[in-house]
């Protein structure tokens, strides 16, 4: 990556038999469910790194080439340098110099590491790696026959027994905020979490991290005192210089302010120890006592224009399409959807003070796994929504009554079910009655579900939840050859308000796989 000072790896996503991109695909929504693999690496998390290290070798490669990759290693539960899930592209998830590998590369690429792996599957019990596994080695595969300058790789789920923590030698590494997530694989409080995250400091190795919750920041240090892991913190990013003014930062939203001091100091740690000049002031440290504390230095004119050229597409992301202005952010832990939240109503204000007319304000909004929904939605509700969609993170209904299929550990009933029940939740929230006497949704389509009346609906699917909220008003959607689904008049008369408002506010939020769904439809050559 001579052009850039990162290399992006995002944990992989794996396919089997097929020679064409998208066969690969497919098979690979047949190889191991999430649940699955999550409920496997549960069981036999303590052998994880054994078993990774011997599925590497079978691969055709080792732990000692890992070792000349130049990796930065980075944990944490939001605001990772990089991001675990793909939006819309499987190629999104490993970037060579910010770009996603090109299909061919890909294709190519996982053949050659695939078929090592099962030409050796007899003579070892039968055993093939896990959904995540066999694409942490893709991954490595790739990045070692590119031979690129640098891998910043981040953690799947956790850090001690992740796939991942085979590396022995990163140069530095990171940990940006921590959340409850994953529960049941990392235990249910900051504190469990923040053991699991800290497995990944290595002896002599510098780690930093930014300001944690409460809880997390003594067992990180004392996980750090035990491995033998020098252990900082990272300054405010007001403190740092730039020719005398502010940083600008390409990503919106509080919150990314930390993120993009935790990068700062990764990229400059790697920069001074590989002795690579970045124009910067001598790295200082001063003791508080109990872990190190970084200080902030002038950043380089490349990290200052890396800084406000960073995209991050689905994280409080803002995209205007004619009179509907889209906010898109992927938040799905608690705090993560507080400072969606905030994010929202501050940037939402701002739109609405240049608007010619009255505005309308809708969530679509979907949840995943075993996430608190409730909890969620309850930050949501200063919002001050007009109205609320709900919907599963299904592309879309292709012909009445059947699905595009995405893998997802649950039935497409199952998903509406929960969609209703978050309906639900939403109304009790907002004090609303709950009369489930009405039939929703699409005629003549799919199983027939309940209807509320006032402002809370039902899709079956984001292009028809997408179709609804806008009513024509976005070109882009109008302009997709997609079958319009016959929706009951009384569904239809709930948009009045919407087809008079001068403006439309639409967040999409509580899954990456919903937003990844609706950029599909949004922003259709980010897809191609």
């Known amino acids: 990556c001579a052009d850039d000072t990162f290399l992006f790896l995002l944990n992989f996503s794996v396919l089997p038999f097929a020679l064409l991109p998208q066969d690969a695909i497919a098979t690979l929504n047949t190889l191991q469910v999430y649940a699955a693999a999550l409920k496997e690496l549960r069981s036999k998390c303590h052998l994880q790194l054994k078993t990774m290290r011997g599925f590497l070798e079978r691969a055709g490669l080792t732990v000692d080439e890992l070792d000349r990759l130049n990796i930065i290693h980075v944990t944490g539960t939001k605001g990772k340098v990089l991001s675990v899930d793909s939006l819309e592209l499987m190629t999104e998830r490993i970037r060579i110099n910010g770009q996603p590998i090109g299909k061919e590369l890909f294709t190519k690429y996982f053949w050659q590491i695939y078929r090592r792996l099962d030409e050796t599957k007899d003579a070892n019990g039968g055993t093939m790696p896990t959904y995540f596994g066999i694409l942490t080695i893709l991954a490595f595969h790739i990045f070692l026959q590119e031979k690129v300058d640098l891998a910043v790789i981040e953690v799947g789920i956790g850090g001690a027994y992740d796939n991942t923590n085979i590396i022995r030698r990163p140069w530095v590494c990171g940990i940006s905020f921590l959340d409850i997530d994953h529960t049941d694989i990392l235990g249910d409080t900051i504190e469990k979490i923040a053991w699991h995250k800290a497995g990944i400091f290595k002896p002599g190795v510098p780690a930093f991290t930014i300001r944690q919750p409460e809880g997390a920041m003594p067992v990180l240090e004392q996980r750090a005192k035990e491995i033998g892991c020098p252990l900082w913190m990272c300054p405010q990013l007001e403190d740092y210089q730039a020719e005398c003014k502010p940083l600008h930062l390409g990503l919106a939203g509080q919150h990314q302010r930390s993120n993009a001091s935790l990068a700062l100091q990764l990229s400059h740690t790697w920069l001074q120890m590989r002795g690579l000049p970045d124009n910067s002031l ?229 899954s990456l796989y919903l937003v990844g769904g609706a950029l599909k439809y949004l922003d259709p050559a980010s897809s191609k």
């Open 282 to 510: 001598p790295y200082i440290t001063v003791n508080n006592g109990r872990m190190l504390q970084a200080t902030a230095f002038t950043p380089s004119p490349m990290m200052v224009k890396g800084l406000a050229d960073t995209e991050w597409p689905g994280r409080s992301q803002t995209l205007k399409r004619g009179a509907v202005t889209y906010f898109l952010d992927g938040a799905h832990t608690l705090h993560s959807i507080q400072a969606c939240a905030q994010w929202f109503r501050e940037t939402a204000a701002e739109h609405e003070r240049n608007a010619s007319g009255p505005v309308a304000r809708v969530l679509l909004f979907n949840v995943t796994g075993e996430r608190d929904a409730a909890a969620f939605l309850k930050l949501l509700v200063p919002c001050h929504f007009d109205f609320a969609v709900f919907c599963p993170c299904i592309a879309e209904v292709v012909c009445v009554g059947v699905f595009q299929e995405k893998k997802f550990d649950m039935s497409v009933e199952e998903m509406l079910s929960r969609c209703l029940d978050n309906e639900r939740i939403w109304r009790l929230h907002n004090h609303q009655d709950d009369n489930r006497d009405n039939l929703l949704l699409i005629e003549d389509s799919l199983p027939r579900l309940p209807e509320n009346r006032g402002d809370t609906l039902v899709f079956p699917c984001i292009f028809s939840a997408l179709q609804w909220i806008t009513h024509g008003r976005n070109s882009v959607l109008s302009d997709q050859a997609k079958t319009t689904l016959p929706v009951k008049p009384s569904v239809t008369a709930k948009a009045a308000s919407l087809r008079e408002a001068s403006d439309i506010q639409v967040l999409i939020t509580g």
